[in-house]
């Protein structure tokens, strides 16, 4: 079965440190990757995705940016936090067969950027 | 632009009573829908989907219908039991190659409490 893990599970960073969070996803090959966020109260908001090795796609202009070196391996990363950075970060897999496909979540990572 | 959205942000139903959650979506090029579970500093759970050339699915306790005509689906709890208190998000996808192929919008969710 396939199993997604991320970490560290909890983070706190002070502004303008980097960031490194790291996703990786076992019993599957070629997955599309995801990086989510969800903000206090609020919806998931698509970050980055990822259909195969070194391809990534923005979905929105940021100060983060994702990379995937190995093919089930997701990083996202900063150069240096911004307070608005804070939140809670998901990373995603889905099989990348199909038209329409479920994704499937890992456990988060909580970010406090103080 | 927000093209899913779960419009009660929270709900309250009694132990054994059914939970009826509800999503509205605008663009009419989405084309397969689902439901997640999701407990506080946890990652969504998958519940449930449906394609739209269907009109329900039901998996156990849960059942969701979709209403093309008036952009909408729901999701039924039958019979609502404490573990179901969450948060449940709906989500929607398109199934075009190129960029729109396989990602999903979210609804902003609804917290739904199940008392005893």
């Known amino acids: 079965s396939q199993t997604i893990h991320q970490w560290p599970a909890t983070l706190v960073q002070p502004v303008g440190s980097p960031l490194s969070l790291e996703c990786t996803v076992e019993g599957t090959s070629n997955p599309n990757l995801y990086w989510y966020r969800q903000a206090a109260g609020r919806g998931l908001q698509l970050l980055f995705y990822s259909v195969g090795i070194g391809q990534i796609s923005s979905e929105v202009p940021q100060n983060l940016s994702a990379s995937r070196p190995q093919d089930r391996q997701f990083i996202l990363s900063s150069k240096k936090l911004l307070l608005s950075d804070s939140g809670f970060y998901l990373c995603a897999w889905s099989p990348g067969h199909y038209r329409q496909e479920t994704q499937y979540f890992g456990p988060g990572t909580r970010l406090l950027v103080l | 632009d927000q093209q899913v959205k779960q419009n009660s942000p929270s709900l309250s139903v009694q132990e054994g009573r059914i939970s009826i959650l509800n999503c509205d979506y605008t663009?009419?090029?989405?084309?397969?829908f689902l439901w997640y579970k999701k407990y506080p500093a946890e990652g969504p759970t998958f519940l449930i989907s449906i394609s739209s050339i269907k009109d329900k699915n039901e998996d156990g306790r849960f059942t969701v219908f979709l209403n093309k005509s008036a952009k909408h689906l729901s999701l039924h709890i039958v019979p609502s039991q404490p573990g179901d208190s969450a948060v449940y998000f709906c989500?929607?996808?398109?199934?075009?190659?190129?960029?729109?192929?396989?990602?999903?919008?979210f609804g902003a969710g609804t917290q739904v409490v199940v008392t005893p």
């Open positions: 989500a929607a996808s398109w199934g075009l190659q190129g960029d729109s192929w396989g990602k999903l919008q």
């Open positions: 663009n009419s090029m989405f084309d397969y």
